[in-house]
């Protein structure tokens, strides 16, 4: 396989396609998690700092996932057994945060010939060219990827604000919407702009129950309710 790196995926394409091992079995991506979201991140390396404190808080977070049909999976240029091993030294050694015990369950991908890495673009020579950076992406239940999140080798990432995305991103899916700068789940979301001058008149002058305009084309209303 070449060395040079692959085009990257973007949103809107279809994931790309693989199988690899996983400390949880072999998995065919996205075959085997067809009807779900997935967030599919990747890590440098094992026994690294802060590649510990984003899995514990992945871990820690997977039932906020679960409970919205998604799947976590991690990868990192490392082989299976010593992802095992790390896990393991998580498991049994590491407290941090107020979190300890940590049994992280969600299959992480051994990478060894680095395909899959090179594939999403997770290989960047200007970081480096043997450790993945960390870039996270969310995947539709179709199998299409909906965002993309790169993230320098130094810095952790915000598990918190992945799992927003995913929430704003089932929200806009389920109710037609868009959502705001800041947004949080249960605020108000965005209407889609009227498509002509007339509509735009009436979403104004009657802007119907619960909306609220502050120009024609900026129009929000409570958060629908599942």
């Given at each position: 396989m070449s060395d040079a790196p692959s085009r990257l995926p973007l949103i809107g394409?279809?994931?790309?396609?693989?199988?690899?091992?996983?400390?949880?079995?072999?998995?065919r991506f996205p075959a085997d998690v067809h009807g779900k979201w997935v967030v599919f991140f990747s890590h440098p390396a094992d026994f690294t700092p802060v590649c510990t404190t984003e899995f514990m808080t992945f871990?820690?977070?997977?039932?906020?996932?679960?409970?919205?049909?998604?799947?976590?999976?991690?990868?990192?240029?490392?082989?299976?057994?010593?992802?095992?091993a790390w896990l393991r030294t998580i498991e049994e050694k590491i407290e941090y945060n107020g979190m300890k015990n940590?049994?992280?369950?969600?299959?992480?991908?051994?990478?060894?010939?680095?395909e899959v890495a090179r594939a999403y673009g997770m290989l960047q020579p200007g970081a480096s060219t043997t450790q993945a950076v960390r870039a996270v992406f969310i995947v539709d239940p179709a199998g299409i990827i909906r965002a993309i999140l790169y993230y320098p080798l130094s810095l952790g990432r915000n598990i918190d604000e992945i799992l927003r995305m995913l929430i704003a991103l089932q929200t806009a899916d389920r109710h037609r919407v868009a959502t705001p700068a800041n947004w949080r789940p249960g605020e108000d979301v965005i209407l889609p702009p009227p498509g002509s001058c007339g509509a735009a008149k009436d979403r104004v002058e009657a802007p119907g129950p619960d909306v609220k305009c502050l120009d024609w084309f900026l129009c929000l209303r409570k958060c629908p309710k599942d």
């Open positions: 394409e279809p994931a790309p396609a693989f199988e690899a091992e996983t400390t949880q079995g072999r998995i871990a820690t977070m997977q039932p906020e996932f679960e409970k919205r049909n998604c799947q976590l999976l991690g990868l990192s240029i490392d082989s299976t057994y010593s992802h095992i940590v049994e992280v369950r969600f299959p992480v991908i051994s990478d060894l010939t680095m």
